[in-house]
């Protein structure tokens, strides 16, 4: 089957010709069945072990989601609540304003890839154009021996792709007519090793070998730009034979938090940001969903039971530079700044976590008419108005009939509509029970059930729903009795060993057959025994840092349960204390052997908690900082400071300033609704010492917090497997 | 207080009666420890219940069942494993079982300790019986043989799975010594 297909070793059975002794029948029977009953309740404790590990990570993974979700709410929230003499709404505007700055047409001009030059002295791949087959064999040569491609010739490929995708309508529609198979690939993340090994065993695209690849190429694996370059030149080569379909990860908004946008600016210094910003447009650019034979439908998340094929295919999908952003008003004149679209009922700081919800679902929406500010409209009028109130009041102000075309508040409706059909596609995930509601855990889109499907495919005439976005042990997945199917290409996804990586062969009769597989060698070789085990203690190591992060809060928690201050609380407590601080909702009981160790728990069911906690503090960061509580803080909340940071620095630099740098502090404050003093913050700068030149280096900066093991911890761990 | 009501009865009693009254302490303190381990048993349950219960809604897909059941250290053969699944499932099979319908069944299977555990011991047993020469290995086409012959026949997948960590590579054999108690050592995990 291929390189590294299954574990399972291929025995050569020699006849057996074991002496004259033979074991009675009977005997041999219940031997057999002893075994077998035992090795098949072991396979089930395994599997019990390995579903754990699974639940721990994902759900480490849809918090942060979750988490980056609400932060980016916050800023729209901000957005629309601050005026713009606030500082903070200043710091935030720029990043909702920048993308749209460059027109179509200046970006001819802009994009002046030929004033790059090329030295002699590089020594990595040349392109030529129009591509040929054998210059994108030996770019892809190139990436698997580590090169790196020119910035010249990746903004010349990434043009000439932004140019082709402009051409292409929102849904592809392919057909198996010629007798070919068609092969459909999930989420590569980056993994470009999983990439290379699927052209290794199902062939290069081609005329004969046509692909479906259904987004999620960025993100997380650390060779995300070079899976791009790859991709968008087989694009070039074979557009009718190539599809790549627009994932949630194609998006900028993601991309600072997930890894990509520092990926690129890590390996383009100078060229970097125009790189990103080339990026940008040509994600908006991505079809959304590719439809095979008009039976089989292929979209990255999902649907919901909103979804209008007719709709997606009618909207202009360039408009939605990223499905987190609801548009800008359209016909709005040049005094009116960037007011989003606010699905949201109050003003209230909770709004933030409001937000998550509404960020998909049909919550009433509000539309803030923007007057400046001494106008005589005030703010108070406007609150509280339901979406039709709304709706009627504009049309009056404009003198304008419901009918009309030119009506801006009928344009921002059907403009929420388009967007909430971009949001489900990309986001939504499907659900065993029938219904439709608010995919809350990830933040965006939907969770649909079988109902669901059962109508939108039966609706628009179709056998099938392909979908990505969420891993699968195996690499694939069907539900909802056979009619979605979710194809994840990505191997080793969480750590090694975590799940195989899958794609499609489709053919005419429309019967999908899986090729599965795993890179990395070593993971291939090892026992069902040994990748759980590895695994899990990766996982049990995830979770040990989030412990870690939330030391305070969990010791707060505890003391709620210990009011005579004993130091010590019972399992259950304990517990209830973890779930209520995290959040991720995982069987904490069953995990409690693995998180505690037998020196912090007695034998009746009560456990030591400040030694508990002390015993967390096996990792510390790479840097000595004074202020141990602030040193908590940053930890915990890394994800969303480097987010921010990114955020700010638009002109991707790398680089902000000592004022920008405080004033995220006062950002990430507020939002998490916490006090932070100057003083804390500017003893902490003084603590890095970046008074150099007045600007702070971002990665520098998030490098001093990256934790580091204890050699100790280590030596607690429970032996490894092998 | 109870307590102290039963003192002083007790004080005020004759001999036998004394002694009926002791078992009524032994009986009462029984059912406490009882309701102990109903309750830590019922709550291993529910763990291991929500571990597959990914919407929250407390149901598992029916093709989950049996997994969630051995895990919990219980060794049906696998026909007793398809009649617990056949009683769990509702009237109109949805492909889901439910939580309410698990946990009496569950607990009851698990106290009444049903189905005996199958100890390293034993397990060593088992395979001494099919090397009657006391070789102290066995070939792999021979276990195989047996294992996907004989009883409730191992799949493909599971003897492939099984071979792999059970054969020594150097030597090609089960040293199934080592083997029972390189997976036993698992346990104590």
């Given at each position: 089957?291929?390189?590294?297909?299954?574990?399972?070793?291929?025995?050569?059975?020699?006849?057996?010709n074991?002496?004259?002794?033979?074991?009675?029948?009977?005997?041999a029977?219940?031997?057999?069945?002893?075994i077998?009953?035992?090795?098949?309740q072991?396979?089930?404790?395994?599997e019990?072990?390995?579903?754990c590990t699974?639940?721990?990570f994902?759900s480490?993974?849809?918090?942060?989601q979750?988490?980056?979700?609400?932060?980016?709410?916050?800023?729209?929230?901000?957005?629309?609540h601050?005026s713009?003499?606030?500082?903070?709404?200043n710091l935030?505007s720029?990043?909702?304003?920048?993308?749209?700055?460059?027109?179509d047409?200046?970006?001819?001009?802009?994009?002046?890839?030929?004033?790059?030059?090329?030295p002699?002295?590089?020594?990595?791949?040349h392109?030529f154009?129009?591509?040929?087959?054998?210059?994108?064999?030996e770019?892809?040569?190139?990436?698997?021996?580590k090169?790196k491609l020119?910035?010249?010739?990746?903004?010349?490929?990434?043009g000439?792709?932004?140019?082709l995708?402009?051409?292409m309508?929102?849904?592809?529609?392919?057909?198996t007519c010629?007798?070919?198979?068609?092969?459909?690939?999930?989420?590569?993340h980056?993994?470009l090793?999983?990439?290379?090994?699927?052209f290794?065993?199902?062939?290069?695209?081609?005329?004969?070998?046509?692909?479906?690849?259904?987004?999620?190429?960025?993100?997380?694996?650390?060779?995300?730009?070079?899976?791009?370059l790859?991709?968008?030149?087989?694009?070039?080569l074979?557009?009718?034979?190539?599809h790549?379909?627009?994932?949630?990860h194609?998006?900028?908004?993601v991309n600072?938090?997930?890894?990509?946008?520092?990926?690129?600016?890590?390996?383009?210094q100078?060229?970097?940001k125009?790189?990103?910003k080339?990026l940008?447009?040509?994600?908006?650019?991505?079809?959304?969903?590719?439809?095979?034979?008009q039976?089989?439908?292929?979209?990255?998340?999902?649907?919901?039971?909103k979804?209008d094929?007719?709709?997606i295919?009618?909207?202009?999908?360039?408009?939605f530079v990223?499905?987190?952003?609801?548009l800008?008003?359209?016909?709005a004149?040049?005094?009116?700044?960037?007011?989003?679209l606010?699905?949201?009922?109050?003003?209230?700081l909770?709004?933030g976590?409001?937000?998550v919800?509404?960020?998909t679902?049909?919550?009433?929406?509000?539309?803030?008419?923007?007057f400046?500010?001494?106008s005589?409209h005030?703010?108070?009028?406007?609150?509280g108005?339901?979406?039709?109130q709304?709706?009627?009041e504009?049309?009056r102000?404009?003198?304008?009939?419901?009918?009309?075309?030119?009506d801006?508040?009928?344009?921002?409706?059907t403009?929420?509509?388009e967007?909430?059909?971009?949001?489900?596609?990309?986001?939504?995930?499907?659900m065993?029970?029938n219904?439709?509601?608010?995919?809350?855990?990830?933040g965006?889109?939907?969770?649909?059930?079988?109902?669901v499907?059962?109508?939108?495919?039966?609706?628009?005439?179709?056998?099938?729903?392909?979908?990505?976005?969420?891993?699968?042990?195996e690499?694939?997945?069907f539900?909802?009795?056979?009619?979605v199917?979710?194809?994840?290409?990505a191997s080793n996804y969480y750590?090694?060993?975590?799940?195989?990586?899958?794609?499609i062969?489709?053919g005419p009769d429309?019967?999908?057959?899986f090729?599965?597989?795993q890179?990395s060698?070593?993971?291939?070789?090892?026992?069902?025994?040994?990748?759980?085990?590895?695994t899990?203690?990766?996982?049990?190591?995830?979770?040990?840092?989030q412990?870690?992060?939330h030391?305070?809060?969990l010791?707060?928690?505890?003391?709620?349960?210990?009011?005579?201050?004993?130091?010590?609380?019972?399992?259950?407590?304990w517990?209830a204390?973890?779930?209520?601080?995290?959040?991720?909702?995982l069987?904490?009981?069953?995990l409690?052997?693995?998180?505690v160790?037998?020196?912090?728990?007695?034998?009746?069911?009560?456990?030591?908690y400040?030694?508990?906690?002390?015993?967390?503090s096996?990792?510390?960061p790479?840097?000595?900082?004074?202020?141990?509580s602030?040193?908590?803080?940053?930890?915990?909340?890394?994800?969303?400071?480097?987010?921010?940071?990114?955020?700010?620095?638009?002109?991707?630099?790398?680089l902000?300033s000592f004022?920008?740098?405080?004033?995220?502090?006062?950002?990430l404050?507020?939002?998490?609704?916490?006090?932070?003093s100057?003083?804390?913050i500017s003893?902490?700068?003084?603590?890095i010492?970046?008074?150099?030149?007045?600007?702070i280096?971002i990665?520098e900066?998030?490098?001093?917090?990256r934790?580091?093991e204890?050699?100790?911890?280590?030596?607690e761990a429970?032996?490894?497997?092998? | 207080?109870?307590?102290?009501q039963?003192?002083?009865v007790?004080s005020?009693?004759s001999?036998d009666?004394?002694?009926v009254?002791?078992?009524c302490?032994?009986?009462?303190?029984?059912?406490?420890?009882?309701?102990s381990?109903?309750?830590?048993t019922?709550k291993?349950i529910?763990?291991?219940?929500d571990v597959?219960?990914?919407?929250?809604?407390?149901?598992?897909?029916?093709?989950?069942?049996?997994?969630?059941?051995?895990?919990l250290?219980?060794?049906?053969s696998?026909?007793?494993?398809?009649?617990?699944i056949?009683?769990?499932?509702?009237?109109?099979?949805?492909?889901?079982?439910?939580?309410?319908?698990?946990?009496?069944?569950?607990?009851?299977i698990?106290?009444?300790?049903k189905f005996?555990p199958?100890?390293e011991?034993?397990?060593?047993?088992?395979?001494?019986?099919?090397?009657?020469?006391?070789?102290?290995?066995l070939?792999?086409?021979?276990?195989t043989?047996?294992?996907?012959?004989?009883g409730?026949?191992?799949?493909q997948?599971?003897?492939d799975?099984?071979?792999?960590?059970?054969v020594?590579?150097?030597?090609?054999?089960?040293l199934?010594?080592d083997?029972?108690?390189?997976m036993?050592?698992d346990d104590?995990?």
């Amino acid at each position: 089957m291929g390189c590294g297909v299954t574990k399972s070793t291929q025995l050569q059975l020699k006849p057996c010709n074991r002496g004259n002794i033979s074991v009675p029948a009977a005997t041999a029977m219940r031997a057999a069945l002893l075994i077998q009953r035992w090795y098949r309740q072991y396979v089930a404790r395994l599997e019990m072990r390995r579903r754990c590990t699974w639940n721990i990570f994902q759900s480490i993974e849809y918090s942060g989601q979750q988490d980056h979700i609400k932060l980016y709410n916050f800023f729209g929230y901000l957005m629309d609540h601050f005026s713009s003499a606030n500082s903070q709404r200043n710091l935030v505007s720029h990043m909702f304003g920048d993308s749209d700055l460059f027109l179509d047409m200046e970006w001819e001009r802009h994009v002046c890839y030929k004033e790059i030059e090329v030295p002699d002295i590089y020594t990595g791949p040349h392109l030529f154009f129009p591509l040929t087959i054998s210059n994108v064999t030996e770019l892809v040569d190139a990436f698997k021996n580590k090169q790196k491609l020119h910035a010249r010739y990746v903004l010349q490929l990434l043009g000439k792709t932004w140019t082709l995708l402009r051409l292409m309508p929102n849904i592809s529609h392919v057909c198996t007519c010629k007798h070919k198979e068609i092969t459909i690939c999930g989420d590569l993340h980056g993994h470009l090793e999983d990439l290379l090994l699927i052209f290794y065993k199902n062939g290069f695209p081609s005329a004969e070998t046509p692909y479906v690849f259904n987004g999620d190429f960025v993100d997380r694996g650390k060779e995300s730009i070079e899976i791009l370059l790859v991709l968008f030149a087989f694009l070039l080569l074979y557009p009718h034979d190539v599809h790549l379909n627009r994932g949630n990860h194609e998006d900028h908004i993601v991309n600072l938090r997930y890894g990509f946008t520092k990926e690129v600016l890590g390996k383009y210094q100078v060229h970097g940001k125009m790189i990103l910003k080339l990026l940008q447009k040509i994600f908006s650019w991505l079809p959304l969903a590719t439809v095979i034979d008009q039976k089989v439908l292929i979209l990255h998340g999902g649907i919901s039971d909103k979804t209008d094929l007719n709709v997606i295919a009618k909207l202009e999908r360039h408009r939605f530079v990223s499905a987190l952003r609801p548009l800008k008003r359209r016909g709005a004149s040049a005094r009116q700044k960037d007011a989003a679209l606010e699905p949201d009922g109050d003003d209230e700081l909770s709004a933030g976590r409001r937000r998550v919800q509404s960020l998909t679902h049909g919550t009433p929406l509000r539309f803030r008419p923007e007057f400046p500010r001494h106008s005589v409209h005030s703010e108070s009028g406007r609150t509280g108005r339901s979406v039709e109130q709304e709706l009627r009041e504009r049309r009056r102000l404009a003198g304008l009939s419901l009918s009309s075309d030119s009506d801006p508040a009928q344009v921002l409706e059907t403009d929420a509509d388009e967007w909430k059909q971009i949001v489900d596609v990309l986001w939504s995930d499907p659900m065993s029970q029938n219904g439709c509601v608010p995919n809350e855990v990830r933040g965006g889109g939907c969770y649909w059930g079988p109902d669901v499907s059962q109508e939108v495919l039966d609706r628009h005439k179709l056998q099938l729903l392909i979908r990505s976005h969420e891993c699968k042990q195996e690499g694939y997945e069907f539900c909802h009795n056979g009619r979605v199917l979710t194809i994840f290409s990505a191997s080793n996804y969480y750590d090694v060993g975590s799940n195989r990586g899958a794609y499609i062969r489709l053919g005419p009769d429309l019967i999908p057959h899986f090729k599965q597989f795993q890179s990395s060698r070593s993971t291939r070789e090892l026992t069902l025994r040994q990748s759980v085990g590895r695994t899990e203690l990766s996982a049990l190591q995830a979770l040990r840092m989030q412990l870690f992060t939330h030391k305070s809060a969990l010791i707060h928690e505890f003391q709620e349960y210990d009011p005579q201050c004993t130091g010590v609380i019972s399992v259950k407590h304990w517990a209830a204390a973890v779930e209520k601080v995290l959040r991720l909702g995982l069987p904490w009981r069953v995990l409690r052997s693995q998180l505690v160790t037998s020196s912090t728990q007695d034998g009746q069911g009560t456990l030591d908690y400040h030694h508990w906690v002390n015993q967390l503090s096996v990792i510390q960061p790479s840097t000595e900082i004074a202020n141990t509580s602030l040193l908590e803080t940053l930890y915990k909340h890394h994800s969303n400071l480097e987010s921010i940071f990114r955020m700010i620095d638009t002109d991707h630099s790398g680089l902000i300033s000592f004022e920008e740098f405080r004033q995220t502090w006062k950002l990430l404050s507020s939002h998490l609704q916490m006090d932070i003093s100057d003083k804390a913050i500017s003893d902490l700068a003084e603590s890095i010492d970046f008074n150099k030149d007045g600007s702070i280096d971002i990665n520098e900066f998030m490098e001093a917090f990256r934790l580091v093991e204890h050699s100790r911890a280590e030596t607690e761990a429970p032996p490894s497997p092998e | 207080m109870k307590y102290e009501q039963e003192e002083q009865v007790m004080s005020g009693l004759s001999g036998d009666a004394r002694r009926v009254k002791s078992l009524c302490f032994v009986k009462f303190a029984e059912i406490l420890l009882l309701e102990s381990i109903i309750t830590e048993t019922q709550k291993r349950i529910s763990n291991a219940f929500d571990v597959f219960d990914h919407e929250c809604n407390k149901t598992v897909d029916v093709r989950e069942i049996g997994t969630i059941i051995l895990s919990l250290g219980c060794f049906p053969s696998e026909a007793e494993l398809h009649d617990i699944i056949a009683e769990l499932e509702d009237e109109e099979p949805a492909g889901f079982v439910r939580y309410e319908k698990f946990l009496p069944t569950m607990t009851k299977i698990l106290l009444e300790h049903k189905f005996r555990p199958i100890t390293e011991d034993l397990l060593l047993q088992a395979f001494k019986v099919l090397d009657p020469q006391k070789n102290g290995h066995l070939e792999p086409e021979e276990l195989t043989k047996y294992l996907t012959q004989e009883g409730e026949s191992f799949t493909q997948e599971e003897i492939d799975e099984m071979l792999s960590a059970a054969v020594d590579p150097d030597k090609n054999v089960i040293l199934y010594k080592d083997f029972v108690s390189m997976m036993t050592f698992d346990d104590t995990r």
